[in-house]
């Protein structure tokens, strides 16, 4: 599977579709491309540069395990970190690479690497930050592992992970998009873009296996094409990351569309974002 996964964000780096891809390859279209993405990301979801800020980068060797358009990348470096990322697709890193170029940022090394086979020797970071990531990948006991290798033996890793008690998983994407996407497909509604997107792969599934949870939260978190994700409870971390003993846990982000939620006061409770610090166990 994971050259599906692969193939998918290849096609779709991460975030990009929705402030306008890159039309050009040019230096002044990529800045222009990362000054729109980082105002719309931070303005989104203000509680990440929060929560980068609670990390002591300065003086530490980071590794980051999937690297988007290299916005936290780059506020890594920005806090002193030194930097090193591995994403599973070259136009992820070549976009991470541009953006280092452009900001005048150093870093150590930035590769096209699984995070299953990781080019990194063992013991060599401080760090192994990943957000949004790990929870895309079918084989994590293994990933984890290799992430347990590079990470030094009093090493953290700090991951944001999609939360199961979310209001985005119990009520959203279990409830109402399965009843939305019924109803449309019931009424035989033909609509554009991402919902036109979700009643053709119906057609080819059928809708009952499509429905099933096994499948809709895949194609309910980053897209109809989506071939995979996960989410998880507090206390099913431990149970796939055994090589760490989890330090700490808390939820952020209110966020179930179609649902206006984003103003509810209890993204500590059912927000859609769990962040896990770990540590490696010796």
Known sequence: MENEIKDFWQMHPCGAELVGDLNEETRAEYA???ARYDAFRYAKEPHILTNLDRIDF???????????????GEQIVRRGGIYSGADLTDESVKRVKMRFSLHDLSFDRIEQASALELPFDDNSFDIV??????HHIPEIKKAQAALARVLKPDGKLIVMLYAKWSLNYLVSICVARRLGL?????????????????????????????????????VSTDGPFNPYS?????SEI?????????????KEFMHAPPLPVGWLPLAGI????????????N
């Open 182 to 218: 019924l109803a449309m497909y019931g009424l035989g509604l033909r609509p554009g873009g991402i919902y036109g997107d979700h009643i053709a792969n119906v057609k080819k599934t059928g809708i009952w296996k499509y429905l099933a949870m096994d499948n809709f939260i895949n």
């Open 270 to 281: 059912l927000g859609w974002h769990l962040w896990a610090t770990m540590k490696k166990r």
């Open 32 to 34: 222009d491309f990362f």
């Open 58 to 72: 300065a003086g530490k060797r980071v590794l980051e395990i999937g690297l988007g358009q290299g916005a936290d």
């Open 129 to 134: 930050f990943s957000h949004g990531v790990l």
């Open 238 to 250: 431990a149970q796939d990351f055994t090589d760490f003993e989890v330090v700490e846990t808390h």
């Open 230 to 234: 996960k989410v998880y409870e507090a």
